[in-house]
């Protein structure tokens, strides 16, 4: 069963930077076919923010996050990246690292992901 790490969270301003990682241990990303952040603001459901098709590298994105948040890979590494620009105040929230072996309720539905970390803080001031 694979364990997975989130990391590089923190307190930024608006319309800084941040980079999650989520490292993932005792498997490989690629026993998964989809990896994929969420993110769960207070007094709100989590959401699906981005994911990426491990064997293709295949994205997709909430569209909120379109153009300002980017999914990546690192094979070698066994690491997920989420490179988040122009953060927003309503960006704030525990982002979530998540993996699935297969999306029978489709890619954004966190129904489709077996195994998450513990989530990372991400709190963006104004």
């Known amino acids: 069963q694979v364990q997975l790490v989130e990391s590089g969270g923190g307190l930024v301003q608006a319309g800084g930077s941040l980079r999650l990682s989520c490292a993932a241990s005792?498997?490989?990303?690629?026993?998964?076919?989809?990896v994929g952040w969420f993110r769960q603001a207070p007094g709100k459901e989590r959401e699906f923010v981005a994911a990426i098709r491990w064997s293709l590298g295949i994205t997709y994105y909430k569209d909120s996050v379109k153009g300002r948040f980017t999914i990546s890979r690192d094979n070698a590494k066994n690491t997920v990246y989420l490179q988040m620009n122009s953060l927003k105040p309503e960006d704030t929230a525990v982002y979530y690292c998540?993996?699935?072996?297969?999306?029978?309720?489709?890619?954004?539905?966190?129904?489709?992901?077996?195994?998450w970390g513990q989530g990372t803080q991400v709190t963006v001031s104004s």
């Open positions: 005792g498997r490989t990303f690629s026993s998964y076919t989809m």
């Open positions: 998540a993996a699935s072996s297969a999306q029978p309720m489709g890619v954004m539905a966190e129904g489709s992901y077996g195994y």
